[in-house]
């Protein structure tokens, strides 16, 4: 009897090696799998956060300059005819105006770099940043005339993007505002 006890203790047979292996290495794979799609999805999350962000500013930042524009009161220096408020420029790419400190503002979009580009009055800056690019942006104006007794209003949209290695960290967004100037035609 106690030889028969000495062949049962062993250790373990092949077939329950083979077992526990592949039972160990499919546990392993589904815990990594969970662990990329978490970390593809942070990424996606965070790359979407960083362009929402971005947008909202340009958004908040354009708005505020576009309705406390003025009509120029002097001889037209911004704009390429007297009584405007507004004045779309480069093709449909950009809007003049005459901001609140009574200074030449232009919006527009930069082809060469596909970036927002603000100009006043001779000094230009980015708007957006360089990991983002701008897809599109539109301008719609009704009303810039002082004589057409219509209120000024100013329909932009954007299409920010951003950059990245991979295709799921490139989310974009679209959004789009109308806006009237505080001051009725003035």
């Known amino acids: 009897m106690n030889s028969e006890t ?18 160990f290495s499919v546990i392993v794979a589904i815990v990594s799998d969970i662990f990329l799609v978490t970390f593809q999805s942070q990424r996606r999350s965070l790359a979407f956060e960083t362009i929402f962000d971005q947008t909202s500013f340009l958004m908040e930042y354009m708005s505020r300059s576009l309705r406390m524009a003025r009509r120029e009161l002097s001889v037209p220096e911004c704009f390429s005819s007297d009584n405007l408020n507004y004045e779309i420029t480069r093709s449909g790419r950009g809007i003049k105006f005459v901001n609140s400190d009574n200074v030449c ?54 299409t920010l993007k951003r950059k990245g290695a991979k295709p799921e960290s490139e989310p974009s967004l679209t959004v789009q505002t109308t806006l009237s100037q505080r001051r009725l035609d003035q």
């Open 105 to 158: 503002q232009e919006f527009f979009l930069d082809v060469s770099t596909s970036r927002l580009k603000e100009k006043k009055a001779t000094q230009e800056q980015f708007l957006t940043s360089t990991d983002s690019q701008v897809i599109a942006f539109g301008i719609n104006l009704l009303g810039q005339d002082q004589g057409d007794d219509l209120q000024s209003r100013v329909t932009f949209s954007l």
């Open 6 to 23: 000495k062949t049962n203790s062993k250790g373990l047979t092949i077939v329950e090696l083979l077992v526990a292996v592949t039972l």
